[in-house]
């Protein structure tokens, strides 16, 4: 299935920035590292949604490289 729009919620974008900050904090430069693996594995969902497994009634992507996961629903 392919979406035409994926939206970030403004509380999943604190999010991400605070990991990037925790990541800097321990590593400078792991942050970014984080920030853009993260964006890599939402865009993703361009392509993949709707395959994960739901937990909560949506679905759950895990990230690829970090201990974070993305949950969002598909809106038909």
Do not use: C
Request: no cysteine.
């Amino acid at each position: 299935m392919m979406v035409k729009d994926v939206f970030v919620l403004t509380d999943a974008e604190n999010d991400l920035d605070a990991g990037k900050e925790f990541y800097d904090l321990n590593q400078p430069g792991v942050g970014e590292y984080f920030w853009d693996s993260l964006i890599a594995d939402i865009e993703s969902l361009f392509i993949y949604a709707g395959i994960h497994r739901k937990d909560f009634g949506f679905y759950r992507m895990l990230s690829k490289r970090f201990p974070y996961a993305v949950y969002y629903y598909v809106k038909n």
